[in-house]
């Protein structure tokens, strides 16, 4: 047998260029959507290993078919093909970072959301969503929803308190009963009234309480706000 004889015949290719090993791997890649698969469940459905799997990791890579992800608390290494962009359920959303909790941008978000509650006295999150996008407070584009659920996080670390609005006072531009956010009293210089029996109506909030008399000119018979009160 001749030295040309005993030389290993070079793979087929397809007739996208790859060989047929690279479009078997492209193809089980691929067969995941936008969802990704591990190196391990690859080198499983294709029986490839070693340096003969890396070698055609690599050139798909270069060839810019396919993308290694870094799948949100996983570890591993993640691939999905380059037609697809991971949902986020893979990459685990805005709060993280290539695959990593990004603390840093959620404690960004909570100090802008605590600086607007300070600014507006009483917010609700629709109120909080538009001042936040009306002055571009971050490069990063966040949704109405992401910053409700920062919301709920500042209430969960006793930085915020969420009241129901009386339509009264500060709450004037909220109509009644509506979920609204203000901060802790005392807390960054607010000094808004307290979380208690007294909010839910509104002699909590009344400027004129201590004038109002059962049988002077102010007083709760004649008060519009408590009749609008008591109807709701």
């Known amino acids: 047998m001749s030295l040309l004889q005993k030389r290993k015949r ?27 698969i591990t190196d391990w469940n690859i080198k499983k459905e294709t ?7 890396n070698k055609i990791i690599k050139n798909l890579k270069d ?10 608390n996983a570890k591993g290494k993640h691939f999905i093909a380059a037609e697809f962009e991971p949902t986020d359920e893979v990459t685990g959303g805005v709060w993280f970072t290539d695959g990593a909790l ?36 971050t490069k990063t584009e966040c949704t ?3 910053l409700s659920e920062i919301l709920k996080t500042l209430v969960l ?17 909220i109509p009644i009963g509506n979920v609204c956010y ?17 909010v ?12 109002c008399t059962p049988d002077g000119l102010i007083s709760p018979t004649n008060c519009v706000y408590y009749t609008k009160w008591l109807e709701f």
């Open 144 to 146: 109405s929803q992401q």
């Open 47 to 53: 029986n490839l290993q070693g340096a003969a799997f």
């Open 200 to 211: 839910s109506i509104p002699c909590g909030v009344c400027p004129r309480m201590k004038q």
């Open 102 to 137: 990004d603390t840093d941008f959620i404690n960004q978000l909570k100090g802008i959301c605590l600086k607007i509650i300070k600014k507006l006295k009483v917010a609700t999150a629709e109120g909080v969503y538009d001042f936040f996008k009306e002055n571009r407070l």
């Open 10 to 36: 070079p793979e087929a290719r397809s007739a996208g260029g790859l060989t047929e090993t690279n479009r078997l791997v492209l193809n089980v890649i691929k067969s995941k959507g936008a969802d990704t």
């Open 63 to 72: 060839l810019a078919l396919i993308k290694e992800i870094r799948r949100a």
């Open 182 to 198: 203000r901060c802790l009293d005392g807390n960054l210089g607010d000094h808004g009234p307290k979380l208690g029996a007294m």
């Open 157 to 173: 670390d006793n930085a915020i308190i969420e009241v129901k609005s009386t339509g009264l006072g500060e709450y004037f531009s």
